[in-house]
């Protein structure tokens, strides 16, 4: 027996001199087993795909937001980084497309005509722009609403990850249990209940179980993996937001105009910000 290939499976028994591989057990499982492995099959292959474009995406986000803190630290202006962000087709990447959103929202509330008909041409790089000091508030309202969305968009998926893996075991287990009740079901048929009668039925329900527990493993390990992963890129995109928007306020200077009574007019001060 020990020249035997790992791979298989042995069932002796008092009479019972056949080798049973593991093809061999799924291929003579009976139709409620081969049900459930059917389900916990449909279970493994979404989740190895879900697993696979998780990756994928992880590896290109750390790629794209290398490249894109390079522009972001080493371009004088905002219209610069722009270039660079639409040169690279950065767009996906969640720090660029913050990173715009809050461009967009200083064009859009820009009080400049420069910056309005830079607007309407869609034109997004206006040398100079004069922004509301209240329009800061709409800058931060837009970027975090853009920080939630990329951050909903990697855990999307996830919840499918969660539920194979609590789920899975239980199914192989239900699987289990009807392959049990089975060969019980032919022993009392066959009025005989020897270990050649009841192991064959027995270990054919059992891999049930083992497929409910390789679907189940990988995609809890998966899920702990990039749950964690992106908790760390959430975390690092508030801290851009931050910085961004500290970034912005400081480039904002009051510039008030008064009337010639000397109180202040009807244009509340504005503040300028070079892009």
Do not use: C
């Not at 690279?88 to 910056?115: C, T, V």
């Not at 928007?245 to 009574?261: E, K, W």
Request: glycine fraction near 8%; proline fraction near 4%.
């Amino acid at each position: 027996m020990s020249h035997f290939p790992w791979w298989y499976l042995v069932v002796a028994a008092p009479g019972a001199t056949g080798r049973w591989s593991l093809v061999d057990l799924i291929r003579d499982s009976g139709t409620e087993v081969w049900m459930v492995l059917l389900i916990l099959l449909g279970f493994s292959v979404v989740s190895w795909a879900v697993i696979i474009s998780k990756i994928m995406l992880l590896r290109k986000t750390k790629r794209e937001t290398e490249a894109f803190f390079r522009s972001y630290e080493q371009q004088p202006t905002f219209s610069a980084i722009y270039k660079d962000i639409e040169a690279q087709e950065l767009h996906s990447n969640p720090f660029a497309a913050i990173f715009l959103k809050g461009y967009r929202e200083l064009l859009r509330i820009s009080a400049s005509p420069q910056g309005a008909r830079a607007q309407e041409q869609g034109v997004r790089e206006p040398a100079r722009l004069a922004v509301e000091w209240t329009g800061l508030e709409s800058v931060e309202r837009a970027v975090r609403q853009e920080g939630a969305f990329q951050v909903h968009r990697y855990e999307r998926a996830l919840s499918f990850l969660a539920t194979t893996g609590s789920t899975a075991p239980f199914v192989g287990l239900f699987g289990t249990v009807l392959g049990i009740i089975r060969s019980f079901h032919e022993i009392g048929m066959r009025g005989s209940a020897s270990l050649a009668t009841v192991a064959p039925g027995i270990s054919e329900a059992l891999v049930a179980t083992a497929a409910g527990l390789a679907a189940a493993i990988p995609a809890v390990v998966a899920y702990n993996y990039f749950v964690q992963r992106i908790r760390g890129i959430a975390s690092e995109m508030d801290q851009f937001i931050t910085e961004f928007l500290n970034l912005v306020q400081r480039q904002l200077r009051p510039s008030v105009t008064r009337s010639s009574g000397g109180s202040v007019g009807e244009e509340a001060r504005r503040q300028s910000l070079k892009g």
